[in-house]
């Protein structure tokens, strides 16, 4: 693991004097949870650490946080930030047995769960009581009994405030990403103080951070791109976040009309959802026109050049392409905003840190050669979690090897080219594909089974799973997908289920890949001919179709989420042969709307 000095760490003071000269009625955060306020933070904060003292906390000691709730998760993580615990944020859906994999694997001393949650992961799975803090509590519930009264925030007018911060090391962990979070051997990005700290630094060169900044981020609080450039970049820089809306897709053009109404500067967003800006046209131009909003910020799954080229042309603003990892925080390389490090199309050049590329022997790679990209700087990690081998595999004399195939030109722009490891990046998330393979074979009646990610024109990547049943077992594709949204988050459930009567493997008996996508592609069934808009939707929402009725709608058919509402969008219009307005795109909530679309269209 990376070593640094083991001095005071500066990160924890510039947080206490943000908080102590800032107007305490200033809000730091928008959400649908409510306004949270500097002064509120910083009363909370003090409070929080007091609770960590009756819980016996000490600085280094881990702790996960569980919940839905924007304003909970945000508290508490910067109270455990400037308590010098280290905080690991589940995804606030997740399931029971997601959130006991990630305990198991992350071995903390207490555990700040919603209270839903923690009765279904109680029901099957054991944390000591005394160890565990009930979230969003309602009355009357189970949870609040069984966890020896510890309710937050009633809990916290037990507890003294605690105003003094402790001494911290820059190399304290800060944050533990476990990205996927489900693998039998997950990973766990180690990220200190002092990473944070060069990521946000780097932040200020490039964006431009300051206290004018109005920042709209909506993407989830369990990855680095919604929590380090949303609530920990507005505290840093005495700037506001807006999260104004669990987002749907037929949210897109409420969300936009945010950015006008709320003057924001900076708009912080993924591939994926600017592809349902796009499908806006423009009606979507408006929203970017204020005086003072400054550009788009894009990260985390590559931007396709010609989604690049046209919403910059429509929308009149510039689009920044950021890559990066979690296990170099966020972001490394940089294509914009300023013209020197702008070169639509590319990755950009890095900031903040060096980069390289390196061919199969470890050569530095010339101009225009194709090789792996591998950084070094102040950002990259200090290691996985418990996992030395994993971490001396990525970490090599000061280098982090990224798994990624790049290319450099002549002006020193970086293109990509593709990935070398085998984790899935879809709609912005990155996926490993084991967590899919694992909740798979823990369905009675599946023999063998292996996930993997294929080319997705809309998404980047989607998930397959592939899967042998056991003799005399009748599964289909609609049990095996229903059985997976019972242990995966929305992410990761497969798009689709091939079945097969082997999965094909080498000599040492390892599967081999390249064969088996072959195979699954032949095994795909051929196109449903019926033009019927029920089908369509079932096929898209992986549901029954006797379960659909004209009535169906998002908030009523499991499946119909953002990503299946605009799969169904483009397989209509395929389908049918028409094209749907931004107009007929928002105002399709229920199947009925579908159809009588459709009919119009075809009239």
């Known amino acids: 693991m990376n070593t640094i000095t083991n001095e005071n760490s500066s990160m924890i003071r510039d947080i206490d004097k943000v908080l102590a000269r800032v107007d305490a009625d200033r809000p730091l955060m928008m959400s649908p949870d409510g306004v949270l306020t500097y002064g509120n933070l910083k009363k909370r904060i003090s409070k929080l650490r007091g609770l960590f003292g009756a819980l016996g906390l000490t600085p280094g000691n881990r702790v996960v946080i569980a919940s839905d709730n924007d304003e909970t998760v945000v508290t508490v993580f910067f109270a455990l930030l400037t308590s010098g615990l280290t905080a690991i944020i589940s995804d606030g859906r997740t399931t029971p047995h997601e959130l006991s994999t990630l305990i198991a694997s992350a071995d903390p001393a207490a555990v700040f769960v ?7 992961f109680s029901k099957h799975h054991q944390f000591p009581a005394s160890k565990t803090v009930c979230l969003n509590a309602r009355e009357n519930q189970g949870a609040r009994a069984t966890h ?9 007018n037990e507890v003294p405030e605690v105003a003094q911060s402790p001494h911290v090391a820059p190399d304290t962990l800060a944050l533990i990403v476990f990205t996927s979070g489900t693998t039998s051997n997950p990973k766990g990005v180690c990220l200190s103080h002092a990473n944070l700290q060069a990521q946000l630094e780097t932040f200020r060169e490039i964006y431009g951070f300051d206290a004018k900044s109005r920042l709209l981020n909506i993407l ?12 920990l970049a507005a505290l840093w820089f005495n700037a506001q976040l807006f999260r104004p809306m669990r987002f749907g897709v037929t949210e897109t053009g409420n969300l936009l009309d945010v950015i006008l109404a709320e003057q924001i500067t900076h708009f912080i967003t993924v591939p994926a959802l600017l592809t349902l800006v796009d499908r806006l046209g423009s009606a979507a131009a408006g929203a970017f026109s204020g005086p003072d909003f400054r550009y788009i910020i894009s990260s985390a799954d590559a931007l396709d050049t010609n989604l690049w080229t046209r919403l910059e042309a429509r929308l009149g603003t510039k689009i920044v392409n950021a890559y990066g990892l979690s296990e170099v925080v966020c972001d490394a390389l940089f294509c914009g905003p300023n013209e020197a490090s702008r070169k639509v199309g590319t990755l950009g050049k890095p900031v903040g840190c060096k980069a390289q590329i390196v061919d199969l022997d470890g050569a530095e790679a010339g101009v225009g050669v194709t090789g792996e990209l591998i950084l070094s ?16 595999r990525v970490l090599r004399n000061g280098w982090f090897y990224t798994g990624d195939l790049v290319s450099c030109d002549g002006e020193g722009f970086y293109h990509f080219k593709g990935r070398k490891k085998s984790v899935i990046v879809s709609r912005g998330v990155t996926i490993y594909p084991e967590s899919i393979t694992n909740a798979v074979l823990k369905m009675p009646g599946i023999a063998e089974a292996v996930s993997f990610g294929v080319d997705d024109e809309l998404w980047g990547q989607s998930v397959v799973a592939c899967v042998v049943t056991a003799a005399g077992a009748n599964i289909s594709k609609i049990d095996v997908i229903d059985h997976c949204r019972t242990h995966l988050s929305p992410e990761k459930i497969p798009s689709d289920v091939y079945f097969l009567d082997e999965l094909p493997r080498g000599p040492s008996g390892k599967i081999k890949l390249d064969l088996i996508r072959h195979t699954a592609k032949a095994a795909e069934p051929s196109s449903d001919p019926s033009q019927d808009v029920f089908q369509i939707a079932a096929d898209c929402f992986n549901v029954p179709r006797e379960s659909l009725s004209l009535e169906s709608s998002p908030y009523n058919t499991e499946g119909w989420d953002s ?4 799969d169904f969008i483009i397989r209509l ?5 028409v094209s749907l307005s931004p107009e007929d795109i928002i105002e399709l909530g229920t199947l009925a709307d579908a159809e009588t679309k459709i009919q119009h269209l075809l009239s």
């Open 114 to 120: 919603d209270e839903d949650l923690l009765a279904e």
């Open 148 to 156: 020896a009264g510890k309710v937050y925030p009633d809990v916290l």
């Open 220 to 231: 989830p609080l369990h990855h680095v791109d919604g929590l380090i450039r949303g609530p």
């Open 377 to 392: 700087g102040p950002m990259v990690m200090q290691g996985y979690f418990r996992s030395q081998a994993d971490t001396d």
């Open 563 to 566: 990503p299946a509402h605009l």
């Open 573 to 577: 219009e395929t389908h049918f042969g």
